[in-house]
């Protein structure tokens, strides 16, 4: 390679992505640069060539290339650039043995170089010349997709490829392509099923095994199925298990030899294979001979199954067949690499025990052979011989199946992801209780229970049970069945379950469990039986790694291939055609791996290095053996690793060590150069362990390394402007914090949990070293994830974008903060304190390990302050991000966005350093406070959150008008200020002590002008005092002392006061209002309830919310303490079983105003109240329609009681009383009307009809006399017959029921027809006046416009309660706008102004304030408008239903004859311009005057100038009240109708002339045409409704309006249409007499059909305005009730 120059004369013109490569570790080695013109991104080694990426996506080749055929030699001294990719953007390269692929940026790949094996996956061809695309397509998916693919890599004979879903796809030859076949090459990229649904992170190829790191899946919550006892693959069993003196062991130490079990089913499917797996199963050293010979690199036919695929054995065994004793490919048990050659006698039961296995669901038929085997165990040496190796039971194999073990109490916790078992260790339990007695249950027990406890090792976080679980899933059981090895799970079982609440229980003695058994004694069982604790985690969750778009440290690393070197990492040599996963990486927190020819590597967080098969050259970098199975490499102290490279017979490590560049660390063989090299020396000099390469520091700042062949290549950049440099400091800065953390975790923590006695020496804070711990642990893994993330940042990056601990700095300072704040509750707990004893039982006196993972330099420190300054370290480390930002800051312009972004990240984790100083003061401080505090209140008073501000010791504060004798001392913590007392000869014994909780404590101070004391002035919600300071000084202290601590606690930040990440800034004094709860201790009316909302100076003052213990509760508002305005009140009743609820208003914390009361009973009560009592308009409903006794009240309240005028609606009896009322009974004058059409109208006292009264029944039959129960007769009457007979006399007895009758009987003459006349006339007499009822209503009115009276009271103060009204309804339609429909807002806005005027009262200003009452009457949030619809609800209340009584009729019309004088006196209280009722209206100013005012002021007024109560409200009160009152006229006119109807329909059968002609109408008033639908027509004989049709459809409008006045208007409209037609028809003026008009309108009438017109013309009659009586509307009136009349009695003429 001439281009190469090496590395000494840099070449100036990049300063990034310099390649350099060598051979070999010697002195006189040097690298070589590659030169290209751009910057290498990427370098991929083969045996003999390399592939380079550079900037821009293109790709060169160098080296041995004997697939380029156009060129002269094979060899290509400079990199060739690969032209046929030109055209594309590649993102990855990757290089085999002797091909190389490539993937591009849309995710396709393109492969080129020997394809002998199918390795390039192109069918047909040996050699691809040049880069070719290769399809990698899903067939699964319809139609197919083709898969895009992230990164590749490539072996010998085989390809793997990484799709963006993160599954792997393999194509070439061997077993080392994870595919379920046999048939080789494999030309097509097939996905390797073993690993699907799995998120893997990598994959890497050796010449024959491939390795993938897989994140470890969430927690699944599929179903299990039950474990089994046996492998089903080797058929030993899963557990062993041996009774000595003291302990049981169970040990589930088994690994199964032959890889993944595959399920039976697909064995059966193919006989061949069947009988392979027979002859793999019956000849094990074979099969280990040939897949140990390297040479046998093509699998020929005859090679046995176990080399490339697997089946399950079982399948093929027959029912008596013996397991295989032999079946174990070395003869027995291979656990951690150590073979047990005794195992396979031992661990197999007798023949005849195993025959019935089929027909009995036990897998242990015979209890015996279980004992004798149990026998056997005890006394076997294996137990010896195992006990070297580590072992702990498998977590998924533990049951919690409560009937075998718990039959008291279960302690495993639901939360738990247990699988539950159906067999193994469950059925061996049970069976062995008799041989082995109580122990072994309750070791089964205790080892359930350890499985919940686990304890806390590095990597605990969010973990996953899924490993466990995938060992029961045969087919995709993409794990062996066998159990693994045994210290990996014992960090997997700690990682994955947390540390419940045990420590202060004392049972943690069974985190003794010794590393290689669970060894349990008996007695230390019965403790742990007796207490059991709820479990509580004991590690956080962990961050969410999509939080921070964190890596995932929880991995596992998965192999396969052959596995003839070791270098599958299973502890044995046996090939595995299918992914198995590593179980000695559980927990370890894989973040790569690589694989060279036959040995394997794995790069953890903590920057280890373990390594894995064949070391005949000293690649693996240790001397460790066996080989077979991942050791640490060894590197010296301080040595962090951070990539790694694994070659043919070498490894090359990238690392951090003293200095800042990254040092290169080279194992394997020494490579001489070629021509030196002979025969003997090729199998020459090698490493021991990793030796330093002395020309690292002369590459520069290297970011990746990769090997190949025999080759190195170290990837590197320039520093310029210091920017690498400061980039590798920080990464190499979080990867030393990393593992300083882990070795706090590891030596310290671990050991110290383990202690049995550690729970009791804590005490109390046992809980908080959990939380402690478990901060700690939070911290630890975003650290982790941190530095993996800035590892990876360094590979790939070329500026600041994507560094963590920007874009989330948030969530660096959140988990800081958190952790302060863990160790500060502890130290002030004395938790520091109380680890000592336990620290020097552990350690030893001096605890030689506390000091030296603390790095104190001070001499002679305590152990407790050693310790908490190791728990204050990661303070320091804040600093050290806020000084590395800053550094890589200065690599910036000052003006770039780049440059802020760092400036600000630097500051913010600065000063979070420094608060958190601060805070750690506090905490000392307060604990050094609580050493000395006197007395037994420390107990009471200290808290973990707990910090001292300050306290009055020294007499700075005394408390004003104290006791002479007394000694008062004050302390503010950050939550409360304490009060002290007690006597002077006991200074150091308070006997009480008062708490002040800060949220409700108002502190000002005392001005100083006149006393001359130093005063501040605590309000606190039931008591207020003056303390006293001895001076100006101490006086400003403590003011500015416990506001900054009140402001703080209201805050919400507690004891961490404001973090400066949030950018708050302190103000001066806390508000006076605020939001806080208290709970009250004096107060007899709030006492021990507990009131949460708002608060002003020591008062509830606005919204909030007050329980009381018995269940009451008011949630509302409050004014100066007092429960005022709306509120929601709620009060539990014991004998109903439900609640009384009231909603509505309150006044002086009692209910007063309008409101909902819903009893317990189920009666719910509408209306006001005042102090807390039923007081004014209301209404009562009781029960339900169809319970016993439903019925209505509506009318005056007085104090809870029924009294003034009210209607009662009795549901049950169909009765209805509309009278007076007096305490709850019926007391006065009073009606009442049945279902059944009696009406009673009289006196009534005591509830009951008594005195005179009048009672008429349906056909007229009336009474009249003397009454004494509900509807008895008793006393003098006179009883009147419907057709005018009368009884004068005395009468006795109930009517309807017979009556006892003395008097005389009068038969009136024909001409006597007075006397039925005058009893009508009566009725009504005895029935309250209208003006006395609903009296309430109106006073209510009244009171809400301010005036106490009726007219008494100012129209401006009117104005200003409807404007406040108006403004509170507005406000809460603001925060409630569900409530009010946008119509609605429109009217309220609307109302806001008042109509203004000055002077008289002008027709203008009348029209002005008449649309003012139509909308103030629209919206009930208007007096006026909440006035009218009570009024309506009270009239149809009255009418409706039983009310719909025809002689209730004149009542009615009364009733909205006194609405309109009443309303109408209220309009001119708030118009007190508006002349009264009839009187006129000024006539608006003219310019001239007129000459003829003396003819006008003759005329009668217009009806538009006069004021009248029916034209101004009538049309707003009407349509509401229209329904009842309509009915009732429908009623009342029902006879006269029914005539009028009937004669209608029999003259409306003729056509219109012959029905003209009957009428009389004049043949000239006859019309000849008529037009219809559009098109004249002539009027015939036969022609029918079409004379005067548009006078007629006028006419029939009539009954579609309310008021009298727009009736009166449309029959004015009649009278025009038909003038109109008549002009039309006589063609010229002319003038009406009442002699022609009337036939014809009498014609229209006819026409018209108006139903009920009989009602219409009464009710026009009886509500018309007085003024329009006698003008031109009366006159048409009067011929429109003389057409009905006519109407009704046209047969008789």
């Given at each position: 390679?001439?281009?190469?120059?090496?590395?000494?004369?840099?070449?100036?013109?990049?300063?990034?992505?310099?390649?350099?490569?060598?051979?070999?570790?010697?002195?006189?080695?040097?690298?070589?640069?590659?030169?290209?013109?751009?910057?290498?991104?990427?370098?991929?080694?083969?045996?003999?060539?390399?592939?380079?990426?550079?900037?821009?996506?293109?790709?060169?080749?160098?080296?041995?290339?004997?697939?380029?055929?156009?060129?002269?030699?094979?060899?290509?001294?400079?990199?060739?650039?690969?032209?046929?990719?030109?055209?594309?953007?590649?993102?990855?390269?990757?290089?085999?043995?002797?091909?190389?692929?490539?993937?591009?940026?849309?995710?396709?790949?393109?492969?080129?170089?020997?394809?002998?094996?199918?390795?390039?996956?192109?069918?047909?061809?040996?050699?691809?010349?040049?880069?070719?695309?290769?399809?990698?397509?899903?067939?699964?998916?319809?139609?197919?997709?083709?898969?895009?693919?992230?990164?590749?890599?490539?072996?010998?004979?085989?390809?793997?490829?990484?799709?963006?879903?993160?599954?792997?796809?393999?194509?070439?030859?061997?077993?080392?392509?994870?595919l379920n076949t046999s048939t080789f090459p494999v030309w097509k990229p097939q996905k390797v099923e073993c690993l699907a649904g799995k998120h893997v992170l990598q994959v890497d190829c050796g010449a024959s095994h491939s390795l993938a790191l897989v994140r470890c899946p969430p927690s699944p919550q599929e179903s299990r199925k039950p474990l089994v006892d046996k492998c089903g693959h080797c058929h030993q069993l899963l557990y062993t298990m041996t009774d000595k003196e003291d302990h049981v062991i169970i040990s589930d130490g088994h690994h199964c030899p032959l890889g993944v079990e595959v399920d039976s089913t697909e064995a059966k499917s193919d006989p061949d294979q069947g009988s392979l797996s027979k002859q793999g199963r019956n000849s094990p050293e074979s099969s280990v001979t040939s897949s140990a010979n390297p040479a046998s690199t093509t699998p020929p036919s005859s090679t046995p199954a176990t080399e490339c695929q697997h089946h399950s054995l079982a399948s093929s065994q027959k029912p008596g067949e013996p397991a295989m004793k032999d079946s174990c490919g070395l003869g027995g048990t291979v656990t951690n690499g150590e073979v047990c050659v005794e195992a396979s006698e031992t661990t197999t039961i007798e023949t005849d025990s195993c025959k019935a296995t089929g027909l009995k669901s036990s897998p242990y038929p015979d209890e015996q052979a279980v004992k004798a085997y149990l026998k056997r165990l005890s006394d076997h040496s294996l137990v010896e011989?195992?006990?070297?190796?580590?072992?702990?039971?498998?977590?998924?194999?533990?049951?919690?199946?409560?009937?075998?073990?718990?039959?008291?109490?279960?302690?495993?916790?639901?939360?738990?992801?247990?699988?539950?078992?159906?067999?193994?260790?469950?059925?061996?339990?049970?069976?062995?209780?008799?041989?082995?007695?109580?122990?072994?249950?309750?070791?089964?027990?205790?080892?359930?229970?350890?499985?919940?406890?686990?304890?806390?090792?590095?990597?605990?976080?969010?973990?996953?049970?899924?490993?466990?679980?995938?060992?029961?899933?045969?087919?995709?059981?993409?794990?062996?069945?066998?159990?693994?090895?045994?210290?990996?799970?014992?960090?997997?079982?700690?990682?994955?379950?947390?540390?419940?609440?045990?420590?202060?229980?004392?049972?943690?003695?069974?985190?003794?469990?010794?590393?290689?058994?669970?060894?349990?004694?008996?007695?230390?069982?019965?403790?742990?039986?007796?207490?059991?604790?709820?479990?509580?985690?004991?590690?956080?969750?962990?961050?969410?790694?999509?939080?921070?778009?964190?890596?995932?440290?929880?991995?596992?690393?998965?192999?396969?291939?052959?596995?003839?070197?070791?270098?599958?990492?299973?502890?044995?040599?046996?090939?595995?055609?299918?992914?198995?996963?590593?179980?000695?990486?559980?927990?370890?927190?894989?973040?790569?791996?690589?694989?060279?020819?036959?040995?394997?590597?794995?790069?953890?967080?903590?920057?280890?290095?373990?390594?894995?098969?064949?070391?005949?050259?000293?690649?693996?970098?240790?001397?460790?053996?066996?080989?077979?199975?991942?050791?640490?490499?060894?590197?010296?102290?301080?040595?962090?690793?951070?990539?790694?490279?694994?070659?043919?017979?070498?490894?090359?490590?990238?690392?951090?060590?003293?200095?800042?560049?990254?040092?290169?660390?080279?194992?394997?063989?020494?490579?001489?150069?070629?021509?030196?090299?002979?025969?003997?020396?090729?199998?020459?000099?090698?490493?021991?362990?990793?030796?330093?390469?002395?020309?690292?520091?002369?590459?520069?700042?290297?970011?990746?390394?990769?090997?190949?062949?025999?080759?190195?290549?170290?990837?590197?950049?320039?520093?310029?402007?210091?920017?690498?440099?400061?980039?590798?400091?920080?990464?190499?800065?979080?990867?030393?914090?990393?593992?300083?953390?882990?070795?706090?975790?590891?030596?310290?923590?671990?050991?110290?949990?383990?202690?049995?006695?550690?729970?009791?020496?804590?005490?109390?804070?046992?809980?908080?070293?959990?939380?402690?711990?478990?901060?700690?642990?939070?911290?630890?893994?975003?650290?982790?994830?941190?530095?993996?993330?800035?590892?990876?940042?360094?590979?790939?990056?070329?500026?600041?974008?994507?560094?963590?601990?920007?874009?989330?700095?948030?969530?660096?300072?959140?988990?800081?903060?958190?952790?302060?704040?863990?160790?500060?509750?502890?130290?002030?707990?004395?938790?520091?304190?109380?680890?000592?004893?336990?620290?020097?039982?552990?350690?030893?006196?001096?605890?030689?390990?506390?000091?030296?993972?603390?790095?104190?330099?001070?001499?002679?420190?305590?152990?407790?302050?050693?310790?908490?300054?190791?728990?204050?370290?990661?303070?320091?480390?804040?600093?050290?991000?806020?000084?590395?930002?800053?550094?890589?800051?200065?690599?910036?312009?000052?003006?770039?966005v780049d440059y802020q972004k760092l400036q600000d990240a630097s500051s913010k984790y600065e000063s979070m350093a420094l608060h958190l100083k601060r805070r750690r003061k506090e905490a000392e401080y307060t604990l050094h406070f609580w050493k000395s505090f006197p007395g037994k209140m420390t107990d009471s008073l200290r808290k973990a959150s707990r910090r001292l501000v300050c306290e009055s010791s020294n007499k700075a504060l005394t408390l004003q008008n104290a006791g002479r004798f007394s000694v008062n001392w004050f302390m503010l913590f950050n939550d409360a200020l304490v009060h002290a007392q007690g006597m002077v000869p006991y200074k150091s014994f308070f006997s009480t002590h008062h708490v002040f909780p800060l949220a409700t404590l108002w502190v000002e101070p005392v001005s100083e002008d006149n006393t001359g004391l130093y005063g501040l002035k605590l309000t606190s919600p039931e008591e207020s005092f003056t303390l006293l300071a001895s001076s100006s000084a101490e006086k400003a202290k403590w003011l500015r002392s416990i506001n900054q601590a009140v402001e703080q606690a209201l805050s919400g930040l507690g004891h961490d006061g404001i973090p400066p990440s949030t950018g708050l800034t302190q103000r001066a004094d806390p508000p006076i209002s605020r939001t806080a709860s208290y709970t009250f201790y004096k107060d007899s009316r709030l006492k021990e309830a507990t009131y949460e909302g708002r608060w002003v100076s020591g008062k509830p003052h606005g919204?909030?919310?007050?329980?009381?213990?018995?269940?009451?509760?008011?949630?509302?508002?409050?004014?100066?303490?007092?429960?005022?305005?709306?509120?929601?009140?709620?009060?539990?009743?014991?004998?109903?079983?439900?609640?009384?609820?009231?909603?509505?208003?309150?006044?002086?914390?009692?209910?007063?105003?309008?409101?909902?009361?819903?009893?317990?009973?189920?009666?719910?009560?509408?209306?006001?109240?005042?102090?807390?009592?039923?007081?004014?308009?209301?209404?009562?409903?009781?029960?339900?329609?169809?319970?016993?006794?439903?019925?209505?009240?509506?009318?005056?309240?007085?104090?809870?009681?029924?009294?003034?005028?009210?209607?009662?609606?009795?549901?049950?009896?169909?009765?209805?009383?509309?009278?007076?009322?007096?305490?709850?009974?019926?007391?006065?004058?009073?009606?009442?009307?049945?279902?059944?059409?009696?009406?009673?109208?009289?006196?009534?006292?005591?509830?009951?009809?008594?005195?005179?009264?009048?009672?008429?029944?349906?056909?007229?039959?009336?009474?009249?006399?003397?009454?004494?129960?509900?509807?008895?007769?008793?006393?003098?009457?006179?009883?009147?017959?419907?057709?005018?007979?009368?009884?004068?006399?005395?009468?006795?007895?109930?009517?309807?029921?017979?009556?006892?009758?003395?008097?005389?009987?009068?038969?009136?003459?024909?001409?006597?027809?007075?006397?039925?006349?005058?009893?009508?006339?009566?009725?009504?007499?005895?029935?309250?006046?209208?003006?006395?009822?609903?009296?309430?209503?109106?006073?209510?009115?009244?009171?809400?416009?301010?005036?106490?009276?009726?007219?008494?009271?100012?129209?401006?103060?009117?104005?200003?309660?409807?404007?406040?009204?108006?403004?509170?309804?507005?406000?809460?339609?603001?925060?409630?706008?569900?409530?009010?429909?946008?119509?609605?807002?429109?009217?309220?806005?609307?109302?806001?102004?008042?109509?203004?005027?000055?002077?008289?009262?002008?027709?203008?200003?009348?029209?002005?304030?008449?649309?003012?009452?139509?909308?103030?009457?629209?919206?009930?949030?208007?007096?006026?408008?909440?006035?009218?619809?009570?009024?309506?609800?009270?009239?149809?209340?009255?009418?409706?239903?039983?009310?719909?009584?025809?002689?209730?009729?004149?009542?009615?019309?009364?009733?909205?004859?006194?609405?309109?004088?009443?309303?109408?006196?209220?309009?001119?209280?708030?118009?007190?311009?508006?002349?009264?009722?009839?009187?006129?209206?000024?006539?608006?100013?003219?310019?001239?005057?007129?000459?003829?005012?003396?003819?006008?002021?003759?005329?009668?007024?217009?009806?538009?100038?006069?004021?009248?109560?029916?034209?101004?409200?009538?049309?707003?009160?009407?349509?509401?009240?229209?329904?009842?009152?309509?009915?009732?006229?429908?009623?009342?006119?029902?006879?006269?109708?029914?005539?009028?109807?009937?004669?209608?329909?029999?003259?409306?059968?003729?056509?219109?002339?012959?029905?003209?002609?009957?009428?009389?109408?004049?043949?000239?008033?006859?019309?000849?045409?008529?037009?219809?639908?559009?098109?004249?027509?002539?009027?015939?004989?036969?022609?029918?409704?079409?004379?005067?049709?548009?006078?007629?459809?006028?006419?029939?409008?009539?009954?579609?309006?309310?008021?009298?006045?727009?009736?009166?208007?449309?029959?004015?409209?009649?009278?025009?249409?038909?003038?109109?037609?008549?002009?039309?028809?006589?063609?010229?003026?002319?003038?009406?007499?009442?002699?022609?008009?009337?036939?014809?309108?009498?014609?229209?009438?006819?026409?018209?059909?108006?139903?009920?017109?009989?009602?219409?013309?009464?009710?026009?009659?009886?509500?018309?305005?007085?003024?329009?009586?006698?003008?031109?509307?009366?006159?048409?009136?009067?011929?429109?009730?003389?057409?009905?009349?006519?109407?009704?009695?046209?047969?008789?003429?």
């Amino acid at each position: 390679m001439e281009k190469q120059k090496s590395s000494g004369e840099e070449d100036s013109s990049l300063e990034t992505g310099l390649l350099h490569t060598w051979k070999g570790y010697s002195y006189s080695t040097t690298p070589e640069r590659v030169l290209l013109s751009r910057p290498v991104i990427q370098a991929a080694l083969g045996a003999r060539h390399g592939v380079l990426l550079v900037e821009g996506g293109q790709v060169y080749s160098f080296g041995e290339l004997p697939w380029k055929q156009n060129q002269a030699t094979s060899v290509a001294s400079e990199p060739v650039l690969e032209a046929v990719l030109s055209e594309q953007r590649v993102v990855f390269v990757a290089a085999g043995s002797a091909h190389s692929g490539v993937v591009t940026e849309d995710g396709g790949v393109h492969m080129w170089g020997d394809n002998s094996h199918g390795q390039c996956g192109l069918l047909g061809l040996s050699v691809i010349p040049n880069p070719t695309p290769v399809g990698v397509v899903d067939s699964e998916t319809t139609p197919s997709q083709s898969v895009k693919i992230l990164e590749m890599a490539c072996g010998d004979q085989h390809t793997l490829a990484l799709s963006a879903k993160h599954e792997v796809w393999a194509w070439g030859s061997g077993c080392q392509l994870g595919l379920n076949t046999s048939t080789f090459p494999v030309w097509k990229p097939q996905k390797v099923e073993c690993l699907a649904g799995k998120h893997v992170l990598q994959v890497d190829c050796g010449a024959s095994h491939s390795l993938a790191l897989v994140r470890c899946p969430p927690s699944p919550q599929e179903s299990r199925k039950p474990l089994v006892d046996k492998c089903g693959h080797c058929h030993q069993l899963l557990y062993t298990m041996t009774d000595k003196e003291d302990h049981v062991i169970i040990s589930d130490g088994h690994h199964c030899p032959l890889g993944v079990e595959v399920d039976s089913t697909e064995a059966k499917s193919d006989p061949d294979q069947g009988s392979l797996s027979k002859q793999g199963r019956n000849s094990p050293e074979s099969s280990v001979t040939s897949s140990a010979n390297p040479a046998s690199t093509t699998p020929p036919s005859s090679t046995p199954a176990t080399e490339c695929q697997h089946h399950s054995l079982a399948s093929s065994q027959k029912p008596g067949e013996p397991a295989m004793k032999d079946s174990c490919g070395l003869g027995g048990t291979v656990t951690n690499g150590e073979v047990c050659v005794e195992a396979s006698e031992t661990t197999t039961i007798e023949t005849d025990s195993c025959k019935a296995t089929g027909l009995k669901s036990s897998p242990y038929p015979d209890e015996q052979a279980v004992k004798a085997y149990l026998k056997r165990l005890s006394d076997h040496s294996l137990v010896e011989h195992t006990a070297k190796t580590s072992s702990t039971l498998h977590s998924a194999q533990i049951s919690s199946d409560p009937a075998v073990c718990f039959a008291s109490e279960p302690f495993i916790p639901v939360a738990q992801s247990v699988t539950p078992m159906g067999s193994a260790l469950n059925n061996l339990v049970a069976s062995c209780a008799s041989a082995v007695g109580e122990r072994v249950a309750s070791t089964y027990e205790a080892l359930s229970l350890r499985k919940v406890i686990g304890y806390w090792v590095p990597g605990e976080g969010r973990e996953r049970l899924e490993e466990r679980l995938r060992l029961e899933e045969p087919m995709q059981g993409k794990k062996s069945s066998s159990l693994g090895d045994i210290r990996e799970e014992e960090a997997e079982l700690s990682r994955r379950l947390s540390l419940p609440g045990l420590l202060s229980q004392g049972t943690h003695a069974l985190l003794l469990l010794h590393s290689v058994y669970h060894l349990l004694s008996p007695r230390l069982l019965r403790r742990t039986s007796r207490t059991r604790g709820r479990p509580v985690p004991l590690t956080s969750g962990g961050i969410s790694e999509s939080d921070a778009h964190l890596p995932s440290l929880q991995t596992e690393v998965w192999s396969w291939g052959r596995g003839q070197e070791g270098q599958l990492g299973h502890g044995d040599l046996l090939p595995r055609p299918q992914p198995v996963c590593i179980k000695s990486f559980s927990g370890k927190e894989v973040l790569r791996v690589a694989a060279g020819a036959s040995h394997s590597l794995a790069l953890t967080t903590q920057s280890q290095v373990f390594s894995w098969g064949c070391n005949t050259s000293g690649q693996l970098g240790h001397m460790e053996s066996p080989t077979n199975f991942p050791h640490l490499t060894k590197l010296s102290e301080g040595i962090r690793v951070w990539d790694i490279g694994a070659g043919q017979q070498h490894t090359l490590l990238l690392a951090d060590g003293d200095c800042m560049q990254p040092i290169l660390y080279y194992s394997g063989k020494q490579v001489k150069e070629e021509q030196e090299e002979t025969a003997e020396e090729q199998t020459g000099k090698y490493t021991q362990q990793p030796v330093l390469l002395p020309f690292c520091m002369n590459l520069g700042y290297v970011s990746s390394v990769c090997t190949g062949g025999q080759t190195c290549a170290a990837l590197a950049d320039r520093n310029v402007m210091g920017f690498k440099s400061s980039l590798h400091e920080l990464a190499a800065a979080e990867r030393k914090y990393y593992c300083k953390l882990s070795n706090i975790k590891n030596l310290l923590l671990q050991p110290l949990l383990k202690l049995d006695s550690l729970s009791s020496a804590l005490g109390q804070s046992s809980g908080l070293l959990q939380n402690l711990i478990g901060r700690l642990g939070r911290l630890s893994q975003l650290t982790g994830q941190n530095s993996a993330s800035l590892t990876s940042f360094l590979r790939r990056s070329r500026d600041i974008r994507g560094i963590v601990l920007l874009d989330d700095a948030h969530l660096f300072l959140d988990t800081y903060s958190e952790y302060c704040s863990a160790v500060g509750d502890f130290l002030v707990m004395g938790g520091f304190q109380a680890l000592v004893k336990p620290c020097q039982d552990v350690f030893g006196k001096g605890a030689d390990v506390v000091q030296r993972l603390s790095e104190c330099s001070e001499e002679g420190l305590a152990l407790a302050d050693i310790l908490a300054h190791l728990f204050y370290l990661p303070i320091k480390h804040l600093h050290e991000y806020g000084r590395l930002l800053l550094k890589l800051a200065s690599c910036y312009d000052p003006s770039s966005v780049d440059y802020q972004k760092l400036q600000d990240a630097s500051s913010k984790y600065e000063s979070m350093a420094l608060h958190l100083k601060r805070r750690r003061k506090e905490a000392e401080y307060t604990l050094h406070f609580w050493k000395s505090f006197p007395g037994k209140m420390t107990d009471s008073l200290r808290k973990a959150s707990r910090r001292l501000v300050c306290e009055s010791s020294n007499k700075a504060l005394t408390l004003q008008n104290a006791g002479r004798f007394s000694v008062n001392w004050f302390m503010l913590f950050n939550d409360a200020l304490v009060h002290a007392q007690g006597m002077v000869p006991y200074k150091s014994f308070f006997s009480t002590h008062h708490v002040f909780p800060l949220a409700t404590l108002w502190v000002e101070p005392v001005s100083e002008d006149n006393t001359g004391l130093y005063g501040l002035k605590l309000t606190s919600p039931e008591e207020s005092f003056t303390l006293l300071a001895s001076s100006s000084a101490e006086k400003a202290k403590w003011l500015r002392s416990i506001n900054q601590a009140v402001e703080q606690a209201l805050s919400g930040l507690g004891h961490d006061g404001i973090p400066p990440s949030t950018g708050l800034t302190q103000r001066a004094d806390p508000p006076i209002s605020r939001t806080a709860s208290y709970t009250f201790y004096k107060d007899s009316r709030l006492k021990e309830a507990t009131y949460e909302g708002r608060w002003v100076s020591g008062k509830p003052h606005g919204r909030g919310v007050v329980k009381w213990p018995d269940g009451r509760m008011y949630t509302g508002a409050f004014k100066n303490g007092l429960e005022d305005g709306f509120g929601d009140y709620v009060v539990p009743n014991k004998t109903q079983n439900t609640c009384d609820h009231y909603q509505g208003q309150w006044k002086d914390g009692k209910m007063h105003g309008f409101g909902t009361f819903r009893y317990a009973s189920g009666e719910v009560y509408e209306g006001s109240f005042q102090d807390n009592m039923r007081h004014g308009h209301g209404m009562l409903r009781s029960g339900k329609l169809n319970s016993t006794s439903p019925s209505v009240f509506i009318g005056q309240w007085q104090y809870d009681k029924k009294s003034g005028y009210g209607v009662f609606d009795d549901i049950t009896r169909g009765e209805k009383y509309m009278g007076m009322w007096l305490d709850d009974q019926r007391q006065g004058n009073g009606v009442v009307v049945t279902q059944f059409g009696l009406y009673y109208e009289g006196a009534f006292s005591n509830n009951k009809m008594m005195g005179t009264g009048v009672l008429l029944s349906e056909d007229d039959t009336t009474f009249e006399g003397e009454f004494s129960e509900d509807w008895t007769l008793n006393g003098k009457g006179v009883l009147t017959m419907p057709n005018g007979d009368y009884i004068e006399g005395s009468f006795n007895g109930v009517w309807g029921t017979g009556l006892k009758i003395s008097g005389s009987y009068y038969k009136p003459s024909l001409y006597d027809s007075d006397k039925e006349k005058t009893h009508f006339n009566k009725l009504g007499r005895l029935a309250v006046h209208s003006e006395e009822k609903w009296k309430a209503v109106f006073v209510e009115c009244w009171d809400r416009l301010g005036c106490d009276s009726p007219g008494q009271g100012e129209t401006s103060t009117a104005w200003d309660n409807i404007a406040i009204a108006l403004t509170v309804n507005r406000r809460q339609q603001r925060d409630s706008p569900e409530l009010l429909s946008r119509s609605h807002h429109k009217t309220l806005e609307s109302l806001e102004f008042i109509p203004q005027h000055v002077g008289p009262v002008t027709l203008e200003v009348y029209h002005t304030i008449r649309r003012y009452l139509v909308k103030a009457c629209d919206t009930p949030l208007h007096p006026l408008g909440r006035l009218v619809e009570t009024l309506v609800s009270v009239y149809r209340m009255t009418y409706v239903g039983v009310g719909a009584n025809r002689r209730l009729l004149p009542q009615a019309v009364n009733e909205i004859q006194s609405y309109l004088s009443r309303i109408f006196q209220l309009v001119r209280f708030l118009f007190p311009d508006l002349p009264d009722e009839g009187g006129s209206l000024a006539e608006p100013r003219k310019e001239k005057t007129d000459t003829d005012t003396t003819g006008k002021l003759l005329e009668s007024p217009k009806p538009g100038c006069v004021v009248s109560s029916s034209a101004l409200l009538l049309p707003v009160l009407l349509p509401r009240l229209y329904p009842p009152l309509f009915t009732l006229y429908a009623l009342d006119k029902e006879k006269e109708d029914d005539v009028y109807w009937e004669c209608v329909i029999r003259l409306n059968k003729q056509p219109d002339l012959a029905l003209l002609a009957f009428l009389g109408v004049q043949q000239k008033f006859w019309p000849v045409t008529v037009t219809l639908h559009g098109e004249k027509q002539q009027v015939l004989s036969n022609t029918k409704d079409a004379c005067f049709a548009s006078a007629v459809e006028t006419l029939q409008q009539i009954s579609t309006t309310f008021t009298p006045s727009d009736k009166l208007q449309v029959i004015q409209l009649t009278f025009e249409e038909i003038t109109q037609e008549v002009l039309a028809l006589l063609k010229q003026d002319f003038l009406w007499s009442m002699d022609d008009l009337f036939p014809v309108f009498l014609f229209v009438v006819l026409r018209a059909r108006i139903r009920n017109l009989g009602s219409e013309v009464s009710l026009i009659e009886d509500l018309m305005d007085p003024c329009v009586q006698h003008g031109e509307h009366g006159i048409m009136f009067t011929t429109l009730k003389a057409s009905y009349y006519q109407i009704q009695h046209e047969k008789v003429t």
